[in-house]
């Protein structure tokens, strides 16, 4: 009997999508197949209500007070560079955290070539962060802090309230990439007192890929990163500077927006805490286990609150790839293995450049699952231990 498929790749992108989301996204291109806010015909009027359901579901979501001020992009790394190329200009100084993913290290990267200077705040072996070392690394000319919410390597949660605080006590602009929390952890834009969220659809959000965006705070001003046609203010060849046209040029993702709307709904009837609260369940449960496979080595915190719903580990005597290969080939257990586009967070975590392998677990994964995979790494090690492993396999 072939073995029961077990996703633990939901870091990546989540699997499965909810009921109903694959139906929106159909019942969108069959009945609402315009182009939204572009003409006063029926269908595009279809269009632009699925566009602004989508939008007022993730502004409950974040508790935005104003829908608007929610941008669609494609994903989070197009948020990202939003907000990045937004906020600084030559001559600013920006401080970061030593295990932010390529999506903001990159586009930093690139800034710094063009005049900005970047910090970057190295972190604890666990991924953890000292807040007054990132107050030491403020100068008279830093505008922008940005900070990941959760490692998408070790799953190590940051004290966001605190950088939050901070930032508004020097006048910083405060940039959040939830990537890895937005649908997983309760995130609320007012209360944590954030200037801009980034998110992805796709992950734990639960919706399809190509789907994203950026919460700007009211008052907040960013430089446009694409300019060109919105469906607004056409007389003009310049870009209106209202929200969301200001930074939604060209047609939206229509059909993944109706699947990212079914997507949020559902999570908003699970209520996000109850989210939560299941994956530190598995978590939990995972840590436990994991503490009586020979030579397996967890990477981040401890205590599974201080974590997403992510943790990285490696197996003493192979390569992390060898371990997701036979997870993935001998047992049925999906998992990712390598650098997670993510090498500042390893070289943090000591585990740069061979990398980790990564469980990462949804709302619809079970405590039978994380057994089952627990138990597959016992097999694993013990093949590694006496040599001897299954000859389809091949060698470790
Ligand atoms: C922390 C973090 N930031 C940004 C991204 C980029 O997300 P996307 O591929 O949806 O742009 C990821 C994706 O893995 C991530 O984990």
């Keep these: 009997m072939p073995l029961a498929m077990i996703y633990f790749d939901n870091a990546a992108t989540s699997w499965p999508k909810p009921p109903g989301v694959a139906a929106a996204m159909v019942d969108q291109l069959e009945n609402a197949g315009g182009n939204p806010g572009r003409a006063g015909h029926h269908l595009s009027l279809a269009a632009a209500n699925v566009v602004a359901d989508a939008r007022d579901a993730v502004a409950r979501l974040f508790n935005a007070a104003d829908p608007s001020r929610i941008v669609f992009t494609h994903n989070a790394t197009h948020a990202l560079n939003l907000a990045l190329h937004g906020v600084l200009r030559p001559g600013d100084h920006v401080v970061t955290t030593s295990i932010e993913h390529n999506s903001v290290m990159r586009p930093l990267r690139h800034l710094e070539r063009a005049g900005v200077e970047v910090a970057v705040v190295a972190c604890r072996r666990d991924g953890t ?6 107050a030491r690394a403020l100068r008279s000319n830093t505008r922008l802090l940005v900070a990941t919410h959760a490692s998408n390597v070790s799953g190590t949660v940051l004290p966001i309230a605190e950088l939050s605080a901070l930032a508004r006590s020097r006048g910083l602009v405060f940039l959040v990439d939830a ?3 937005a649908g997983a952890i ?6 944590m007192g954030v200037d801009l969220l980034a998110f ?11 789907t994203g965006g950026l919460y700007i705070r009211d008052g907040l001003e960013l430089k446009a990163l694409l300019r060109g046609g919105t469906g607004s203010e056409s007389q003009y060849e310049v870009q209106p500077l209202f929200l969301p046209d200001a930074h939604e040029s060209g047609t939206v993702n229509v059909t993944g927006l109706a699947g990212l709307h079914a ?8 209520g996000i805490e109850n989210v939560r609260a299941h994956e530190q369940m598995l978590m939990t449960r995972f840590l436990s286990a994991a503490q009586n496979v020979p030579g397996l080595r967890i990477h981040g915190p401890v205590e599974a609150r201080a974590r997403c719903g992510s943790v990285s580990f490696t197996l003493n005597g192979t390569t992390s790839s060898n371990v997701a290969l036979l997870l993935d080939e001998s047992f049925s257990v999906m998992a ?3 650098l997670h586009c993510a090498p500042a967070a390893h070289r943090t975590l000591g585990t740069f450049p061979t990398g980790t392998v990564r469980f990462s677990f949804s709302w619809f994964n079970t405590d039978a699952e994380v057994d089952t995979a627990a138990r597959a790494l016992h097999d694993i090690a013990q093949w590694v231990e006496t040599g001897v492993i299954p000859s389809a396999i091949g060698t470790l």
């Design 263 to 270: 997507s949020v709904r559902f999570l908003l009837d699970i």
């Design 179 to 181: 990537s890895q929390t």
């Design 186 to 191: 309760p995130i609320d834009v007012a209360v």
């Design 129 to 134: 962060l000292d807040v007054d070392r990132v």
């Design 200 to 210: 992805t659809g796709h992950k734990a959000l639960l919706g399809p890929t190509g």
């Design 336 to 338: 990712r293995a390598g």
